[in-house]
């Protein structure tokens, strides 16, 4: 720690000298020795300082002859080019703005909790414990499965909800997202049909017109999709797929009944139609509800999730568990593609913070955190007039309806003008049939968003 703390110090002097004109372009950097009695540092810690500094274009190289400042002054201030914030208010548009924006943007229509949230201290001891572990976890590809021991974890977790599977009917994936992206890949043909909730996740939209599907929407209740819509949707359209969330529904947060799950997937069967199941909030649910995966025993329904609401966004892993012929056909296809499973880095991270046994209280307070800034929240959107459409039993997402005439993408544009991302209702309908809705994560609704939602809300339609 001394010696990294050394060596940023070194890195600052160098960079204050070059703000300061102090060394200009072409000068040549004091020598090694030189410059480390002047620091009062070790020779090793300049020649580590000097090599960052040349990794990064602030200084330059020359072998024989020393480092120097580049003849053009390296940009001291960087910055990432802003997205597009007028761009059409599409499927992509929350992800853009929510990925590409600055700290200083607010970002209450994202789909993470804020990094306070996170495990941080559990991740920084499965760090701490990968940088003493084997060589090949930092150099080597990731196994075509993923690692046995992460797989085992998520058999037994399973087990618990009642699904009993092997750890071989498990694929790890590097997100969610690249499992539901393998199995598109796998079972679908252009112009094949693809059930959705409406609304649903808007990139389930995204990813599924790369694929040049034809999507079909059913509108989504509280306790599940409109049966007697779904039964005709696959009388009319005969559907290769059916992408859902059964608990915590994105965007809704309602959740699957029992008699909703085993009407539907008996309709399934009937018809001959695949189920995805997305349980990527499956953690934040405070007593298990129905699964459909769980109630048809993986025949018809592939389960997929991943650890980023949770754990990390950042260290991305996802799995996928199904019927052991598709696992087998979609672990060809990711080596075919990704040439192996997820990064042995992150598989690692991932399986050392669940078996901490700080995780599960981490979860739990995860969930109590949710459940009181939940009611909290909703109260004070109700008092704007802005009404959630159910209250959730877990999870961090609002969906609500404006006001009467009240337009959520032009309140969204309005709202980022002042640096505030929100969600409105259209990207996640497919049908465009929620102009009037808004999703809010509620962790992250911080002071300047309520204050901007005040000034949009109180701005009169154009």
């Given at each position: ?62 072998p024989g002859s020393g ?98 599977i092997s750890p071989e ?9 690249q499992s539901i992206d ?281």
């Amino acid at each position: 720690m001394a010696q990294a703390r050394r060596t940023t110090e070194v890195m600052e002097a160098i960079r204050r000298k070059l703000a300061t004109r102090a060394l200009t372009p072409g000068e040549r950097l004091p020598s090694i020795r030189r410059f480390a009695a002047v620091m009062g540092v070790s020779p090793s810690t300049i020649v580590e300082a000097y090599d960052r500094l040349v990794a990064e274009g602030v200084i330059r190289s020359q072998p024989g002859s020393g480092f120097y400042v580049p003849g053009v002054p390296a940009s001291l201030d960087l910055h990432l080019p802003e997205p597009q914030r007028e761009r059409d208010v599409d499927p992509l548009w929350v992800s853009r703005q929510s990925l590409d924006t600055g700290r200083d943007v607010v970002k209450p229509g994202c789909g993470w909790l804020p990094p306070d949230w996170m495990p941080q201290a559990a991740m920084r001891r499965a760090l701490r414990q990968l940088a003493r572990g084997p060589d090949a976890i930092l150099t080597d590809y990731g196994s075509s499965l993923g690692p046995v021991n992460l797989r085992r974890i998520l058999a037994r977790q399973f087990a618990e909800e009642g699904l009993e599977i092997s750890p071989e009917s498990i694929l790890l994936a590097t997100s969610a997202s690249q499992s539901i992206d393998l199995i598109c890949r796998s079972l679908l043909r252009p112009g094949d049909t693809v059930l959705v909730d409406d609304p649903c996740y808007f990139n389930f939209q995204a990813l599924l017109r790369v694929y040049k599907a034809r999507i079909v929407s059913v509108p989504f209740t509280p306790v599940g999709p409109d049966l007697a819509q779904f039964a005709q949707a696959l009388t009319a359209h005969h559907p290769r797929l059916y992408i859902t969330n059964s608990a915590l529904h994105n965007p809704t947060g309602g959740t699957m009944t029992a008699q909703t799950a085993h009407r539907l997937l008996k309709l399934a069967e009937a018809h001959g139609l695949t189920i995805i199941e997305d349980d990527t909030f499956a953690a934040l649910e405070p007593d298990l509800s129905p699964r459909l995966a769980t109630l048809d025993g993986l025949e018809r329904v592939i389960r997929i999730g991943s650890f980023s609401k949770t754990l990390s966004a950042s260290i991305r892993c996802g799995y996928i568990a199904g019927p052991p012929d598709l696992i087998a056909a979609l672990t060809d296809l990711q080596v075919a593609t990704n040439f192996g499973g997820p990064s042995p880095v992150a598989t690692e991270i991932v399986h050392a913070t669940l078996s901490d046994g700080s995780y599960r209280k981490h979860v739990e307070g995860i969930r109590r955190r949710l459940a009181r800034i939940r009611k909290d929240t909703s109260a004070r959107l109700v008092a704007m007039g802005i009404t959630p459409w159910l209250m959730p039993r877990g999870g961090f997402y609002l969906w609500c309806a404006l006001p009467q005439g009240r337009d959520a993408s032009d309140i969204a544009r309005a709202a980022m003008r002042r640096n505030v991302v929100l969600a409105p209702g259209n990207i996640f309908s497919p049908a465009q049939t929620a102009a009037g809705f808004m999703r809010f994560n509620v962790s992250q609704m911080h002071d300047p968003t309520w204050e901007v939602v005040a000034q949009v809300m109180n701005t009169p339609p154009a």
